[in-house]
């Protein structure tokens, strides 16, 4: 695989794009040191269900994740609830943040593993599986919440993930780029990451091949699960409440990030590289729309139509003209007969 694939080069070149755009319409403001620190603080949660649409679409089976935001919320209500029945966020902010954060993986693990469990074992399609666990995840979320928003407040561990910064940078987007980090080396390095893709590119042969195949598409719903509770963790880390209806448009957001990056729907590849520069590509765009005085109904239209436009090109190859063609001027440069 090279690293410079037409994807990775296209979203270089949008990034940079966006930085000269953004640096003209707001006469520098753009590029500030305030307006770079509110905008990777706003990519983790959003980044991080899109590295879970990744793992789903790249395992195969019709794989995408549409429980995401609905399990990232549940996790959130389901710990704030809990941390708050026994504990008080302003007395005891340190175990306060240690029961919520691990209530809050626990949920997220759990249903993870709902997922992975029934499209494993009962072969009900991932598309169908996910859409009726993210109904179950909002009944429940409902349910333990009466419908209201749950107040986490501000203990000091827990805000810090949230709102703190390290060496300038948010602390919430080094956990990212950490975890974006683990994953890009699990799924390109270890026999986990080959048996995922190879269940997404073939499962015909990764089945005659011996793959654990259930295992596999378990293990990664179930990680997957994870992440979504991580960007719960950070949601209630930022805004200070949690309710089982935030982020209602995270969804769309997801999959287009991932689209974007260049994963594909019907399985078998997809990097983490690229999903890191996609999410932060559409933080930088809303942030330049932003800056444009545009309302929120531009935007949606603009995620609507990027999302259209990457699955055309997508559907025809474009994307690897690039690949081709630089590949072909490569070759052309150390061949001799080049020389002439």
């Known amino acids: 695989m090279r690293f410079f694939d037409g994807h990775l080069t296209v979203l270089i070149g949008l990034i940079i794009t966006l930085m000269?755009?953004?640096?003209?319409?707001?006469d520098g403001n753009y590029l500030s040191l305030f307006n770079l620190q509110s905008m990777a603080g706003q990519v983790p949660e959003i980044g991080l269900l899109a590295i879970g649409v990744l793992l789903a679409m790249c395992v195969g089976n019709g794989g995408i994740e549409l429980s995401g935001?609905?399990?990232a919320n549940l996790s959130g209500v389901t710990a704030?609830?809990?941390?708050a029945s026994f504990l008080s966020a302003s007395q005891d902010p340190t175990v306060f943040s240690v029961v919520f954060i691990v209530v809050a993986l626990a949920t997220g693990l759990l249903g993870g593993l709902l997922n992975g469990l029934l499209i494993a074992y009962l072969k009900i399609t991932?598309?169908?599986?996910?859409?009726?666990?993210?109904?179950?995840?909002?009944?429940l979320a409902v349910a333990i919440s009466d419908g209201r928003s749950v107040r986490v407040g501000a203990p000091g561990p827990l805000y810090e993930i949230g709102n703190g910064l390290l060496f300038e940078i948010p602390i919430s987007f080094l956990l990212f780029i950490g975890v974006a980090c683990v994953i890009g080396f699990v799924l390109r390095y270890t026999p986990f990451g080959m048996w995922l893709m190879m269940n997404g590119a073939n499962?015909?042969?990764?089945?005659?091949?011996?793959?654990?195949?259930?295992?596999?598409?378990?293990?990664?719903?179930?990680?997957?699960?994870?992440?979504?509770?991580?960007a719960g963790i950070i949601i209630a880390a930022r805004t200070i409440n949690v309710k089982w209806d935030y982020g209602t448009s995270y969804l769309l957001?997801?999959?287009l990030?991932?689209?974007?990056?260049?994963?594909?729907?019907?399985?078998?590849y997809g990097r983490v590289i690229c999903v890191v520069l996609s999410a932060i590509t559409l933080q930088m765009m809303s942030s330049m729309l932003n800056f444009m005085g545009l309302s929120n109904f531009i935007r949606d239209f603009a995620w609507g139509a990027l999302l259209l436009g990457f699955l055309a090109i997508g559907r025809f190859r474009l994307l690897d003209l690039i690949s081709l063609q630089k590949h072909a001027i490569s070759a052309s440069v150390r061949s001799p007969h080049a020389q002439k």
């Open 20 to 26: 000269t755009a953004g640096a003209i319409v707001s």
């Open 69 to 71: 935001i609905a399990l």
């Open 80 to 83: 704030a609830t809990i941390a």
């Open 126 to 139: 991932a598309i169908l599986c996910t859409l009726g666990t993210q109904m179950l995840f909002i009944g």
């Open 203 to 230: 499962p015909k042969a990764a089945e005659y091949a011996g793959f654990p195949k259930n295992k596999v598409i378990i293990s990664t719903y179930t990680v997957s699960g994870i992440l979504s509770s991580l």
């Open 253 to 255: 957001v997801a999959i």
């Open 257 to 268: 990030i991932a689209v974007m990056a260049g994963v594909k729907p019907e399985g078998g």
